[in-house]
Nanobody, 115 residues
């Protein structure tokens, strides 16, 4: 059983910061990639940040404000979110893709940024 445990979401004012964490367990194969996606009401799920093959990619909308990091030994991924904007409000989902290209998702953690 693969489990992705997310934490760190909450309610903040614009300009504030949050740090999201995701701990992955139960993976029976190596991890191909880990990252964060988000989905706001009425909008499609979008990539926020992801590391794949040692390369980290960020959505244009978060570049310079969000920082992705990873604890490879413990399969933990972090997303430091600074200078938050109301448009960052969404459910943030941890994602893992294993070596078989199976996609796993966390339950999601709500991030709400008030103006």
């Amino acid at each position: 059983q693969v489990q992705l445990l997310e934490s760190g979401g909450g309610l903040v004012q614009a300009g504030g910061s949050l740090r999201l964490s995701c701990a992955a367990s139960g993976l029976s194969s190596s991890t191909n990639s880990m990252g964060w996606y988000r989905q706001a009401p009425g909008k499609q799920r979008e990539l926020v940040a992801r590391v794949n093959g040692g390369i980290t990619n960020y959505a244009d909308s978060v570049t310079g404000r969000f920082t992705f990091s990873r604890d490879n030994a413990n399969n933990i991924v972090y997303l430091q979110m600074n200078s938050l904007k109301p448009e960052d409000t969404a459910v943030y989902l941890c994602n893992v893709v294993d070596s078989y290209y199976t996609w796993y998702w966390g339950q999601g953690t709500q991030v709400t940024v008030s103006s």
